[in-house]
């Protein structure tokens, strides 16, 4: 079995990141034991903290990522690191998810594709992502999504493509959408047949209160553990196989046809 730790954490505006960095890392520092450790998005400026998205950003060797490559060699285990909040050298902004390997290295980066624009300057401030792809981890392929990134399943079906096992989904998903959190972590495990390892935000931020309810969902649909609504870390022991033997005993995705678009019909 697999034990995977889903970090569960909050970001109130009163507490400075380089505190929050600190504190955090105490809580993944308890997860030592776990093989794999994950945690939520954009959890070192606060996701709502758009005010201060171009002082808080940092390029992918600043403070954030450097601290994650050490909790993941002190604890020799992969650690997503949620997303952090990049700068490029050219100045551009991106809501990157980050997984580092035992060894300290990061082995894959993903700049969230779709960018939220209800009721959030994400889609104003940051630019989207373009691609996705995998690298191993101790549940196989392991891809990412974030948050947003669930009411899209194309993307998830290129994951499938590029051959994926696993998805890591940190996310900032409010509590008053908690039902659609949970719909789509379970719709998306059991459409494509993965892994879900859902890691969200919880406390208030501004105006809003976060979801909590990190998840992890087989491609079966069951939910095999999901935590509640303050901070916390949510321990789930995986079976590393599952995936490879659901799609064995139930060979859905090789039954995908080609699908064109009819013309439409005129009157």
Partial sequence: MTRVALVQVASPASEPPAWRRERVGRMVADARGA???????????????????????????????????????????????????????????????????????????????????????????????????????????????????????EIWRALVDAGAETVAVPAAWPARRRAHWRLFTSARAVEQQLLVLACNAVGAQGD?????????????????????????????DVDPDVVARTREEFPVLRDRRPVRVAEAVRP
Avoid: M
């Avoid at 990049?86 to 551009?92: L, S």
């Avoid at 994400?122 to 981890?137: C, I, K, Q, R």
């Avoid at 309810?213 to 949510?234: F, H, K, M, Q």
């Fill in 35 to 153: 093989d794999l450790v994950l945690l939520p998005e954009l959890w070192t400026p606060g996701y709502f903290a758009f005010d201060r998205y171009a002082e808080l950003a940092e390029p992918l060797d600043g403070d954030t990522v450097t601290a994650g490559r050490q909790w993941a060699r002190d604890l020799g285990c992969f650690l997503h690191l949620g997303s952090v909040l990049e700068r490029t050298p050219e100045g551009r902004l991106h809501n990157t998810a980050v997984l580092i390997d035992p060894s300290g290295a990061v082995v894959h980066t993903y700049r969230k594709i779709h960018v939220f624009g209800y009721r959030s300057r994400e889609a104003e401030l940051l630019a989207p992502g373009d691609t996705v792809g995998t690298a191993p981890s101790p549940l196989g392929a392991l891809g990412a999504t974030t948050c947003y990134d669930l009411r899209f399943p």
């Fill in 208 to 236: 809003v209160t976060l979801g909590g309810a990190s998840r992890v969902v087989d491609p079966w649909g069951t939910v095999l553990a999901e935590a509640g609504d303050a901070e916390e870390i949510l321990y789930c």
